[in-house]
């Protein structure tokens, strides 16, 4: 037998297998696979000094994705507001202030204003001001069409994560980890 470490669950030192995922290898038992060790593979060099942005009209949504961003330990700075007009205006006043926004997630169907109405006003700001564009991911239970790429296109950069249709609180906690996955790998690349 090879090398064992020993299983709570088991109650003896076991065979054990590594998984890789969300920037962190797992040690797992090989018999009945609970999880033996914790191994981060990634630690970010830096706290980003840019904002990220979030428009999201449920508070229980938007508070999931605040809370998640927060815990990546590497976007302090978090904006939560409930609408594209919000959120126009927070980018709008930020980018005048010369703080950087390293992204804006936003929700498709908003009150106020929708989230392609406010993305396309981000991208009129940032181009009356000469800015840089800011990556915007569609969070959104919204499927993913082609009239919804086409906008997308036209807004790059600009990504979809779908949040999904189901009720279950772990469900969408899973589609959150995955928006900040993708956001810490894009910040990964830029970095």
Known sequence: MGETKYCLCCGENVPFNYVERHERREITCAYCGFTLDVQKLWEPSKVSEGHVLVAEDSKY???IIVDALK???IYSNVVAVENGLE???VFSRLRTENTSVDAAIIDLNM???DGITA???IRAIESQHGMQATPVIFFSGVKADEALRAQMDMLAPASYVNKGSDPDPDSLARRVEQLVGYLVEKH???G
């Open 71 to 73: 815990a990546s330990k």
């Open 61 to 63: 949504v938007r508070d």
């Open 188 to 190: 990964r690349r830029a």
């Open 111 to 113: 009150p106020v204003m």
């Open 119 to 121: 993305a396309r006003t």
């Open 87 to 89: 959120l126009t205006s």
